[in-house]
């Protein structure tokens, strides 16, 4: 691997690995302690030695988004979302065009200002450019994804919604306007000025500075308001929904991938893993960290994804890896853990409760004799040959 793309996946967002989340990581707190520096800058009654320590973090943290625009750019061929047939000057442009390789120049203008001579570094050069910051920060947010995935995906439910707010907002002012335009003639002047007043009171906000006097005229407010709580709590269900619907398919993108890391599964049909994954979840767990412990009720059984685990049954532990399952006699059998289960290394398991691990076997009974054919032989095998330990 050449030393662009490496670079590339330590920058790539949709890279999972433990170095590019680290990168992600300290890439949100540089944005955040830039933020705070032109933050703290801007107060007058700070001694000049903070000032100046607010200046110094402000261009730190601008040199560092200048220096990471350039990377991203030289990178830009790397991605595997550019086409291998164009050339990398045209790959180049192609990012520095697209939104995020905009909102990256935007974030650099305050570098640009600061070199330019045009300005002194701190933050009176760069407090103007703070919100461009703020939008960089948004883009590298946890969530910002899925947020813009749920908008796109219940986008003609909240276009209906919109329209509904915009037709009583509208239909509010203006019955405002007829009523109140007598008695309040400076605030109720125009439909446009009575726009203000059904705003505040559509969105139950209140301020209290435009009020009706007429009788006629507090009905209207108050069916405004209802609408007002009706509409918002109709938004409020779409995006819940939608926000349940779009983790429910991540969550079951992320578990079949795991399930596809398992041997075990390797040879059970599409139908039968997609019937295991919705009821699959994932846990990780530390070296040294107990998974089981003898005596305790069998709820669960476990498969792992990654890692090492000892079985300290008896005077002979043993070691289970990766593909390999353990817990499932205590729901075959019906009894309490008969073994202590130790994380030897950093694992992922996919955890199978004992409810579902029963459903399953009346959908799916070949997995289930399945489970159990392994389980048998993993326990002669145990019986005749000695545990190697851990390699």
Not at 23 to 34: N, P
Request: proline share 5%; with cysteine; net charge neutral.
């Amino acid at each position: 691997m050449s030393l662009q793309q490496k670079l590339y996946g330590l920058l790539d967002a949709e890279n999972g690995s433990r170095a590019a989340h680290r990168m992600r990581v300290l890439e949100i707190v540089l944005i955040l302690v830039g933020i705070g520096a032109v933050a703290v800058g801007t107060m007058n009654d700070l001694v000049p030695a903070h000032h100046g320590l607010a200046a110094t973090l402000t261009g730190i943290v601008a040199t560092v988004f200048l220096v990471e625009y350039l990377v991203r750019l030289w990178v830009a061929p790397a991605s595997p979302h550019i086409s291998d047939a164009l050339s990398p000057l045209v790959a180049r442009w192609r990012w520095a065009v697209s939104a995020e390789g905009l909102i990256d120049l935007l974030a650099i203008l305050p570098m640009a200002v600061i070199l330019s001579g045009n300005a002194k570094l701190g933050a009176d050069s760069s407090a103007a450019f703070v919100l461009l910051w703020v939008v960089k920060l948004a883009t590298h947010a946890p969530g910002v994804s899925l947020i813009a995935r749920v908008v796109s995906n219940e986008r003609s439910a909240l276009s209906a919604v919109a329209i509904l707010f915009v037709i009583v907002l509208i239909s509010g002012a203006t019955l405002a306007y007829f009523v109140e335009e007598a008695a309040q003639p400076a605030d109720f002047s125009s439909i446009p000025s009575a726009l203000w007043w059904a705003i505040v009171t559509l969105t139950t906000t209140g301020y209290g500075d435009v009020v009706p006097k007429t009788g006629l005229g507090r009905m209207i407010g108050g069916v405004l308001m209802v609408s007002g709580i009706a509409v918002l709590a109709l938004l409020a269900g779409i995006l819940a929904n939608g926000f349940a619907e779009e983790v429910k398919r991540r969550e079951f993108v992320r578990i079949w991938e795991l399930v596809a890391k398992v041997p075990f599964f390797a040879d059970i049909g599409a139908i039968a893993i997609s019937d295991i994954v919705v009821r699959l979840r994932s846990r990780n767990f530390p070296a040294g960290a107990v998974i089981l412990r003898r005596g305790t009720p069998g709820d669960s059984m476990y498969f792992i994804v990654s890692g090492e685990v000892e079985v300290r049954i008896g005077a002979r532990p043993v070691y289970l890896r990766e593909g390999a399952f353990f817990g499932e006699m205590a729901l075959l059998d019906r009894r309490p853990r008969a073994a202590d289960v130790i994380a030897v290394t950093p694992c992922t398991t996919l955890v199978l409760d004992v409810a579902d691990f029963y459903q399953i076997a009346g959908q799916q009974p070949a997995l289930i004799q399945a489970i159990e054919a392994e389980a048998k032989r993993r326990q002669a095998a145990n019986k005749a040959t000695p545990s190697e330990g851990p390699k």
